[in-house]
């Protein structure tokens, strides 16, 4: 197995999709040449062409309308959006098109589509550049959210993702994009959408997290256990729309205490639906307010206050000790 970063990870996917199936096609700013902002697409352009490579106009709504139609009439387009802050452009296209189109038409005509946006802050950027709305994506019904947290499982999620019959929203967190490497395996592989993954098994208490918040969550877990603190549980979201509640639920009935981590602003986060998930299902085997760790409810500060307001291993820390400690 090659030990691949996210980019590399991300990239085979993509070229395996389009080796396998020549309905399979990219669009997007800057992706054929240029190779992307992020070089995700490098060498792609040059194997399959400008018919499967497409540079699109700066038109968010374009690029996303346009594979709207390009899945209706039988390709699997993938577009990509630079930046996940400029997809509130596209915002009324997979809102009121792709969503919805399945329903609209009774199933007989499906949208299987998948737009990937690289998301998050840590890496330096402007506002526009560094927001995290997964949960703006994630309230729309008929629209499956995707958010993948280390390369083996980027690589899997996203081919599952141009697999699946209907649209999809693949959210890479660019500050994971070559933060580390990871082996993966030769052969393809896909993994479900709709699941979690146990990513630390423990007793005392679950954190659930997502994303690039991952490694800070794993490390924190960490350091409570070698310091004999307590055994933590970490669950790796991975899916936010259809969300995978019964994991989440049967963590917490097991170890009685949680702790929600995300990058996104608290007001109205995913944290609070999933503490609401887990009060509905499992309330009474709480030994503890479900604590959420979140960025503050600011637009995305600049470089010199960026590093404070981003969820890292300290802070998580400290919400896991709080909440053993309640």
Not at 259 to 284: C, F, K, W
């Amino acid at each position: 197995m090659a030990k691949l970063n996210m980019v590399q990870a991300i990239n085979l996917a993509l070229k395996e999709a389009m080796t396998e199936d020549p309905k399979v096609v990219l669009l997007g700013e800057d992706i054929g040449p240029d190779e992307g902002v992020f070089r995700v697409t490098a060498g792609l352009w040059k194997e399959f062409g400008d018919t499967r490579v497409m540079d699109t106009p700066l038109a968010e709504s374009a690029i996303v309308g346009t594979a709207i139609g390009m899945a209706i009439a039988g390709l699997r387009p993938v577009a990509e959006i630079q930046f996940s802050g400029f997809a509130m452009l596209a915002l009324p296209q997979l809102e009121g098109n792709a969503s919805r189109y399945r329903s609209r038409t009774q199933g007989r005509h499906a949208v299987p589509m998948v737009v990937r946006m690289p998301y998050g802050g840590g890496v330096r950027a402007l506002e526009h550049h560094s927001e995290s709305k997964e949960t703006i994506f994630g309230q729309i019904p008929g629209l499956k959210v995707v958010i993948p947290s280390s390369p083996r499982n980027a690589r899997a999620l996203l081919r599952s993702a141009i697999l699946d019959p209907d649209p999809v929203v693949f959210m890479e967190p660019k500050h994971s994009y070559r933060a580390f490497k990871e082996e993966v395996p030769d052969a393809p592989e896909t993994m479900p959408i709709g699941e979690a993954r146990i990513a630390r098994e423990g007793t005392d208490i679950t954190l659930v997290a997502w994303g690039a918040v991952m490694p800070s969550a794993l490390g924190a877990a960490q350091a409570l256990s070698e310091s004999g603190r307590a055994s933590v549980e970490v669950i790796d979201l991975m899916t936010v729309n259809p969300m995978d509640g019964d994991t989440i639920v049967a963590s917490v009935t097991k170890t009685g205490r949680c702790v929600v981590a995300q990058e996104a602003p608290r007001h109205l986060g995913l944290a609070s639906e999933i503490i609401a998930r887990i009060n509905d299902e499992a309330l009474m085997y709480l030994e503890a307010p479900v604590n959420r760790l979140t960025h503050y409810d600011i637009v995305t500060p600049y470089f010199g206050r960026e590093k404070a307001y981003l969820p890292d291993a300290r802070r998580i820390e400290e919400a896991l000790i709080e909440t053993l400690d309640f």
